[in-house]
């Protein structure tokens, strides 16, 4: 029931935007004529006004098995290290840009 009401409730503050016609007189695309055009009011979109998800049992799902499977072991370790790695980057490109900063300001005190 939740689902239901739910969905409803979005559809319902959905109808109450509405977004302001923009136009962008200066730019150009090259190559935009080529394009096909398209007839956007006549693309449908469908509505999914119920989704029932009290007749869902995940009781049967062992999580536990799921972890155990050495895929999964794999594929976690694999976006641990990524993230580590993301993480580190970032941090090294914040020291870069303090040291940049500060080269920037030694050059223009050297220059008064």
């Known amino acids: 029931m939740l689902a239901k009401v739910s969905t409803s409730g979005y559809s319902w503050t959905m ?11 200066h730019i150009t695309i090259p190559g935009a004529d080529r394009l096909p055009k398209i007839d956007v009011s006549k693309i449908s979109i469908p509505s999914v006004h119920s989704i029932d998800l009290t007749s869902l049992d995940l009781s049967r799902i062992n999580p536990s098995a799921l972890l155990d499977n050495p895929v999964v072991k794999q594929a976690t370790e694999l976006g641990y290290t990524a993230v580590g790695f993301a993480v580190l980057g970032f941090q090294k490109l914040q020291v870069r840009r303090v040291e940049f900063f500060d080269a920037m300001k030694a050059r223009n005190n050297t220059a008064q």
């Open 15 to 25: 109808t109450k935007f509405s977004f302001p016609h923009i136009t962008l007189p």
